[in-house]
């Protein structure tokens, strides 16, 4: 995972290349096969991609001959690559190069060869793909959209863009894919075909899964990980960083993240009644949900909480002793000793600590917070003592750090 320094000197190292392959165009001198390979996004995405980049590339790209640039980078001779669907009538087509649109419900017999696809497919009404089994690499987007089985795609190991499979209930034949951008699957029951899936470089849809076995190889998320009827994490075990939302608000054992050391934004874990999994999990960059977690034994490499911190049922703090800053609210109703928050350096927001009665853990807390302090519930609480005497010292119900 790359921290955001480190992505605007990958964004600046791109402008850069391609400022260099747009002066040796435009100077007509050769560009290498790397150079080609960059152009046209064969082996990844170009880092920092955005509207003013794809300007460039498409202008670039319009000056020269993709047959020709194409035929060097695959080794194949130029008549086996196709621009439009007509070529496909009168040549055995390895490669296309453009989108490719296809709105028939079954593949004809001239796509049979077809290797690979330099921009996007849309092969939105196919229900089977018995004639892609050729298929390598789709550069941008593949639609899938109504396929119900991947049976015949078993070559196919890289999907630059968006991998849309939405009707997919089961995997296999995608034993082969290694990585997508955006990986869209929200209706697949059984991953075991995504075995040798390593990176997952936008949002990962996985919204049917209750386990995820068969995701094994899976190291990297880029953006969202939509997990949310996961009950069974075993299945992740290489997984290391999330870059968006982790979404796992029915998990309850973490089992299988042992490896997870980053959650770029939110980390939904509202279900969640044993931490001992997120051994190696040390930032939490937005709001970091345990709803119901009353042990963090587990979570002691948790460092950083880039926003709320949602601990309610959190008896002691145990586990969070590694925990330096929570950036906003911190919500431990429920804790009784905050004796662990040795290494506790900030609270940004406002504190919850309801339950509190140790003098020495109410002023560590009083002297890292830069908001309100509450260690006396509200009438409205639930669990509320309308007998606890506490309530009328008004001096203690909440403090502010001056």
């Known amino acids: 995972m790359l921290n955001q320094k480190e992505k605007e000197i990958k964004k600046k190292e791109s402008i850069v290349r391609l400022a260099e392959i747009e ?29 003013f980049m794809w300007k460039k590339i498409d202008e670039i790209r319009s000056k020269r001959n993709p047959k020709s640039d194409l035929s060097l980078i695959y080794g194949i001779p130029e008549e086996t690559i196709a621009t439009s669907l007509e070529d496909f009538e009168t040549n055995e087509i390895l490669c296309f190069c453009g989108d490719l649109f296809f709105d028939g419900d079954r593949v004809p017999e001239s796509f049979k060869k ?12 196919l229900k089977g793909a018995q004639g892609l089994e050729n298929l390598q690499c789709v550069t941008g987007v593949a639609r899938f959209d109504n396929l119900l089985s991947a049976q015949w795609l078993n070559s196919l190991r890289r ?24 990986a869209i699957f929200p209706c697949l029951m059984d991953a075991h075909g995504l075995k040798k899936l390593k990176q997952i470089h936008g949002l990962a849809s996985f919204r049917s899964l209750v386990k995820a076995d068969g995701l094994g190889n899976l190291m990297f998320i880029g953006e969202d990980a939509q997990f949310s009827s996961l009950m069974d994490a075993q299945g992740l075990c290489n997984l290391e960083f999330i870059e968006g939302t982790a979404d796992f608000e029915k998990l309850v054992d973490s089992c299988g993240l042992e490896k997870l050391k980053v959650i770029g934004e939110i980390a939904r874990f509202d279900k969640l009644c044993d931490a001992q999994g997120l051994e190696s999990l040390q930032i939490i960059g937005e709001s970091a949900w345990f709803c119901v977690l009353d042990d963090a034994r587990g979570l002691n490499s948790l460092q950083i909480i880039g926003k709320d911190a949602r601990f309610s049922y959190l008896v002691n703090s145990s586990g969070l002793d590694n925990l330096q800053v929570i950036q906003e609210d911190a919500y431990f109703e429920r804790l009784e000793s905050a004796y662990n928050f040795k290494n506790l350096k900030k609270i940004g927001g406002n504190a919850r600590f309801y ?48």
Request: some cysteine; charged content about 30%.
């Open 159 to 182: 999907i630059g863009a968006a991998a849309s499979f939405d009707r997919l209930v089961e995997a296999s034949g995608l034993e082969n894919l290694e990585s997508v951008g955006d």
């Open 114 to 125: 077809l290797e690979y696809v330099v921009g996007n497919a849309n092969f939105y009404h």
């Open 355 to 402: 339950s509190l009665d140790n003098k020495n853990d109410k002023e560590r807390i009083l002297s890292v917070t830069d908001g309100e302090v509450a260690f006396v519930a509200p009438f409205d609480y639930p669990g509320f003592d309308m007998s606890d005497d506490r309530i009328f010292e008004e001096c203690s119900t909440t403090s502010h750090r001056k």
């Open 23 to 51: 002066e040796k165009n435009d100077k007509n001198e050769e560009l290498t096969v790397a150079d080609l390979k960059f152009l046209y996004e064969i082996d990844s995405p170009i880092e920092g991609s955005d509207y």
